[in-house]
C-alpha cells in the first residue's frame, strides 16, 4: 500500500511556534530549500554534504546545530 502523507500543514504550524530547522543534503539542497521557503517560511535551512552527514561530519553537522541552537547561524 503506497500511502501519501502530506505534513506542510504540520511543519508551518512548528515552523511558527517554535525555532525549527531543515537540514538536507546538498544534492537535495534546491528543492529542499523551495518547499521549505513554501511550507516554513520561518525556518532556517542548512545543508549537509552527504547522506547521514551526522556520521560522516560530525563535527561540521554538530557545528551547524550548535550554531542553529544558540542563534549565531
Known amino acids: 500500500m503506497n500511502v501519501a502523507t502530506d505534513l506542510?500543514?504540520?511543519a508551518?504550524?512548528?515552523a511558527a511556534a517554535v525555532p525549527t530547522m531543515l537540514m538536507a543534503r546538498?544534492?537535495?539542497?534546491?528543492d529542499a530549500q523551495r518547499w521549505t521557503q513554501a511550507?516554513?517560511?520561518g525556518a532556517s535551512f542548512?545543508?549537509?554534504p552527504h547522506?547521514?552527514?551526522f556520521v560522516t561530519d560530525p563535527t561540521g553537522?554538530?557545528?551547524t546545530i550548535r550554531s542553529f541552537a544558540t542563534?549565531?547561524?
Do not use: K, L, R, Y
Open 26 to 30: 546538498d544534492d537535495w539542497a534546491e
Open 8 to 10: 506542510s500543514g504540520a
Open 12 to 14: 508551518a504550524a512548528a
Open 39 to 41: 511550507n516554513m517560511p
Open 61 to 63: 553537522f554538530n557545528g
Open 46 to 48: 542548512a545543508t549537509m
Open 51 to 53: 547522506h547521514m552527514g
Open 71 to 73: 542563534g549565531s547561524e
